[in-house]
């Protein structure tokens, strides 16, 4: 039973990946208009003024632990990557040095990016197999108590994993920002 259950998320994972990085792409491709970018690029360049690696983790944490919820999990977790990628077009748009970076390459190429989307996916894909769990089980009218039960270790487990990437991720984040703004 929990090899079956690693393989359907393992598998759950990377259609997550990609569903992530889609609505992240799609996000970064949005068109925003010069008083948007302008407001949010000061509100960020404001934020991350005021930030360290904690809050880099803690705003990510506010942002993944409702992943996990059976379900609306996945919606949120889409909206965050569209709205992320939205944020950076809309930074594109205010800094045009940066129109060269390809928005996918900030995710797949800088250590705090795959671990925030390795984070974000495992989180979905829990919220996916849970919802997958209760359906199915409904279906063949099983004791649905029973089968939850047995989902909270290993739910418990991968929040675990997901605060402590993170965690890392933020720190990660906050050292590399503050390396370039020495330059």
């Not at 569903?19 to 792409?25: C, E, G």
């Not at 509100?43 to 930030?51: C, I, N, S, V, Y």
């Not at 944020?87 to 970076?101: D, N, Q, V, Y």
């Amino acid at each position: 039973m929990k090899f079956a259950r690693f393989k359907i998320q393992l598998i759950l994972f990377f259609v997550f990946m990609g569903l992530f990085s889609l609505s992240f792409q799609i996000g970064a491709m949005s068109k925003v208009s010069y008083e948007e970018a302008n407001a949010f690029s000061n509100g960020f360049q404001a934020l991350m003024d005021e930030t360290d690696g904690i809050g880099i983790f803690i705003n990510n944490s506010l942002a993944a632990l409702p992943m996990f919820i059976p379900g609306f999990g996945i919606i949120w977790g889409l909206y965050t990557a569209w709205s992320t990628g939205f944020g950076f077009a809309a930074i594109i748009s205010t800094i045009p040095g940066l129109s060269e970076i390809q928005p996918l390459s900030i995710l797949f190429l800088s250590p705090f990016g795959i671990m925030e989307i390795i984070a974000y996916s495992l989180a979905m894909s829990c919220s996916f197999y849970f919802i997958f769990t209760i359906i199915n089980k409904v279906k063949s009218k099983s004791p649905i108590r029973l089968e939850l039960k047995s989902q909270i270790k290993p739910s418990l487990i991968e929040i675990g994993i997901v605060l402590a990437l993170l965690l890392a991720a933020g720190f990660l984040e906050d050292y590399m920002i503050k390396s370039a703004q020495a330059l």
